[in-house]
């Protein structure tokens, strides 16, 4: 069985929103929470099924992880070296953040460890992070030579190095920092272009000795990691679906609450701004050493644009649902240099293209881009397209059906747990009309 969700054509949303939280600070506060000495209490943690990897990883490792409320947790860790062998193959399901952050940290466990995941992550390159561990002594293999999961890992002491990666990903720059963590000695990652850094953030937060200039952060090996309190703000990932929903629906009127604004991920902000989007921020303030804002957004008459490459890292995960803004924006978008998305949850350039294609939109695949033209008064649907099992483009899809003339259907929905548990009913409290629509019985 599998869910198949439908959209049918909206009246303008109103009212407010709290996203889900942020799913990337959700795991790093289950991770380092469960490395520390104490007990580190956590709000506003994504219950998604991605982070209940994580939590079920740290779990199996020893880490005593307790629910207390709704996104409430308790984490008591026992130290950076404090993790016992897990008795089974951990499963990390659909999150690549999850295997790719715990290859590093088991490489430098004492111990044997098997990561795996369901077909999306085993299809997904793990060369990228393989690659620096074995430079620092890692023993760690996998499929077609350790670039593909299941990852075997037998864990051990380490070398520090420091690694200029060739591909701009904060989960390439976090499994080797965490590889660092129980390593003697300076850990450095080179990146090419500015990634998420709440990895850094975060094990400052903690008490480690993380030292950023320009591209390039250390950590210094065997910090003592404190226990904190973390409030973990909503996700901007996460608020991108509401957010483009109002914009592109006529007399929309709302307010997205408690969103994260790190400005390594605000890149969704400003492709919207240059489209001439109606978004205030308004109650700007710190939250757990992260900066936090409402956001008020209207409908707003789109326009193309080219989008700048260089916003791309901080936006890498929104580009499905820019696609739809720009699919109801007046002019052509193209958006270039952007070939990572070709290696997310799925080829998210082709699975946008087919859907958004099968709705009406005119849409050029680019090997590294896209190019829409938009249509502003709205798209025909009346199609039932496939999500590729991938939750973000399950989301943008039904968010398109908002400006189609007939209902679009939405096949394999199941993965929208992975980041938004509870999405079609946050966004029907919108006004939102979004169902469920019955298997046939076979
Ligand atoms: C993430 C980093 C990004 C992003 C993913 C979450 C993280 O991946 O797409 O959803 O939490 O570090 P890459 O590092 O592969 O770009």
């Known amino acids: 069985m599998s869910i198949t969700l439908r959209t049918l054509t909206g009246d303008s949303l109103t009212g407010e929103i709290t996203p889900a939280g942020d799913k990337s600070i959700s795991h790093r506060t289950i991770i380092l929470g469960s490395l520390a000495e104490g007990t580190t209490r956590a709000t506003g943690l994504l219950e998604g099924e991605d982070v209940l990897r994580t939590i079920g990883a740290f779990r199996a490792m020893g ?18 070296d404090g993790l016992k062998e897990p008795g089974d193959v951990l499963d990390m399901g659909n999150s690549g953040t999850a295997m790719r952050l715990l290859s590093g940290l088991l490489a430098s466990q ?23 561990l074995r430079k620092m002594g890692a023993r760690i293999t996998g499929r077609d030579g350790g670039r593909l999961a299941p990852l075997t890992i037998e864990g051990g002491e380490l070398v520090p190095i420091t690694y200029e990666s060739p591909v701009a990903s904060a989960q390439v720059k976090s499994c080797v920092l965490l590889a660092g963590l129980n390593t003697a000695g300076e850990t450095t990652v080179i990146e090419p272009a500015p990634t998420r850094d709440h990895t850094e953030r975060m094990l400052t937060a903690f008490g480690a000795e993380v030292e950023r200039d320009g591209l390039k952060v250390t950590v210094d090996g065997w910090p003592e990691l404190k226990a904190q ?17 109002a914009l592109i629906t006529p007399g929309s009127d709302i307010i997205i609450r408690n969103v994260g604004m790190n400005p390594t991920r605000t890149g969704i902000l400003a492709l919207l701004d240059l489209m001439g989007a109606n978004i ?4 700007e303030r710190n939250a757990g050493g992260e900066p936090v804002a409402d956001l008020h957004v209207r409908y707003s008459e789109l326009r193309g644009i080219d989008a700048p490459r260089e916003v791309a890292p901080a936006a890498i995960d929104e580009y499905p649902i820019f696609f739809v803004a720009a699919a109801l924006a007046d002019g052509v978008t193209e958006a270039r240099g952007i070939e990572e998305l070709r290696v997310k949850e799925s080829d998210r350039i082709s699975a946008m293209a087919k859907g958004l294609t099968a709705l009406g939109a005119e849409f050029t695949e680019y090997p590294d881009g896209a190019r829409i033209v938009g249509n502003p008064n709205g798209l025909k649907g009346g199609a039932t397209v496939d999500s590729d099992t991938d939750h973000r483009i399950a989301m943008s899809l039904l968010v398109a059906g908002l400006r189609c003339a ?13 980041s938004f548990p509870g999405f079609a009913t946050s966004m029907g409290a919108l006004g939102m009309r979004v169902e469920e629509v019955a298997e046939p019985q076979s």
Request: glycine letters at 8%.
């Open 406 to 418: 007939e209902p679009v259907t939405v096949t394999r929905c199941d993965n929208i747990n992975t």
């Open 280 to 283: 205030e921020r308004i109650n």
């Open 63 to 80: 880490a005593e992880i307790v629910r207390q409320g709704p996104g409430q947790y308790e984490i008591t860790g026992q130290g950076v």
């Open 110 to 132: 004492p111990f044997y460890s098997v990561l795996t995941g369901d077909h999306s992550l085993r299809s997904r390159p793990m060369g990228r992070v393989v690659t620096p």
């Open 229 to 245: 309190s973390i409030e973990v703000p909503a996700d901007i990932s996460a608020a991108a679906f509401p957010m483009v929903a």
